[in-house]
């Protein structure tokens, strides 16, 4: 898709409202620049300002991401939709939140008088020690035409921006933007990274910028890259879909805060099939005695990353406010799709 072809998709309910204007579409419409990877924009940022106002912050306001690709990071939306989905950072109807009452800094940064102009959607990722983010791109229509910003809030020297294998690390108070259509990822050192993120739309204050933005191209780093990558030749076939549980719920039942438990959401014919103890609902908090991991979203995660076909695992479950440990053996993979049909077919229709 070209620029003028995804600059139709523009959020209609913007704070400040200048995404509906006319003038606005016409400066997509003749919009002189592009995305390129990486590029410093000039603008001075009070970090002081910043880091307290992230300090603020309370606990129970992040939440997990609604990626798979970022396993390894919650998140606190900012400007966005309101259903608690991952259509909250694509609509055409945006919001501030509440919590940015308590920071006016950041709304500052993001208002349509602030250094930007039009923003759009902004949140802050905070991504775990040794953490990552799988090599993904942003291909919904709401993040095409936009140029999505980063603010560092904390880092650490191994914290490393990837697109297309080039590496780039951002310091503190430093202001970037990237072609986030590229496929990029994101490898952290042994420290939390967090970052300020918003989309801007094309407007006159964001030219300004970008006409005078420094441009890095990075350097190539196979090994991160691999690193971010994750890949588990062992492919082992998945039970169920489950959603990482809320920090508020972890607290309820007692959980470790920053652990993968996660709640059965669906639960796949294969499970049907071989009678595997997963069922919709189940709370999966631990497997082999283990409930944190630093690139795992949810227990089901980790199972996919850390173990392989033909092994047993035990599953530490919450049903109906009772514990249990389930175990359940491991399968490879390989069943050809054309198969996996005819079997859903069969489960979902005949008793």
């Keep these: 898709m070209t620029m003028n072809q995804a600059s139709m998709h523009v959020p209609t309910g913007s704070p400040g409202g200048s995404s509906a204007d006319p003038s606005t579409r016409s400066i997509v419409a003749s919009w002189p620049h592009v995305k390129r990877s990486f590029l410093r924009l000039p603008v001075e940022v009070n970090v002081p300002a910043l880091l ?35 259509e909250d950072f694509t609509t055409q109807q945006v919001s501030d939140h509440a919590v940015l009452d308590q920071l006016p800094y950041i709304r500052s940064l993001i208002s349509p008088d602030g250094p930007f102009g039009d923003v759009t959607y902004a949140f ?44 780039i690390h951002f310091n503190v108070g430093e202001v970037w933007t990237f072609d986030n259509q590229t496929i990029h990822a994101v490898v952290n050192g042994d420290e939390v990274r967090t970052h300020l993120i918003f989309d801007v739309q094309p407007n006159p204050r964001l030219a300004v910028l970008l006409d005078k933005a420094e441009f890095s191209p990075g350097v190539e780093n196979d090994e991160a890259w691999r690193r971010a990558s994750l890949d588990n030749p062992s492919r082992t076939f998945s039970f169920a879909h489950a959603e990482p549980l809320s920090l508020a719920e972890k607290k309820h039942l007692g959980l470790q805060p920053q652990g993968f438990a996660c709640r059965v959401e669906v639960r796949h014919p294969f499970a049907r099939l071989v009678r595997a103890p997963i069922y919709v609902d189940d709370i999966i908090y631990s497997v082999n005695d283990v409930d944190t991991c630093e690139v795992a979203r949810t ?53």
């Design 299 to 351: 227990a089901l995660d980790y199972v996919h990353l850390r173990f392989r076909p033909g092994d047993v695992i035990r599953l530490g479950v919450l049903r109906n406010g009772e514990r249990y440990t389930e175990r359940v053996r491991l399968f490879k993979n390989v069943v050809p799709e054309r198969v996996r049909e005819g079997l859903r077919w069969l489960l979902e229709n005949v008793s």
């Design 124 to 167: 802050i990722f905070r991504m775990r020690p040794l953490g990552v983010a799988r090599p993904h791109t942003d291909d919904d229509p709401a993040w095409q035409v936009p140029f999505r910003v980063h603010i560092p809030i904390t880092t650490n020297d191994g914290a490393l921006l990837l697109s297309q294998k080039n590496a």
């Design 52 to 86: 307290d106002e992230y300090r603020s912050i309370p606990a129970d306001a992040w939440s997990s991401t609604h990626w798979g690709a970022h396993f390894s990071s919650n998140m606190l939306l900012l400007r966005g939709g309101k259903k608690g989905t991952a």
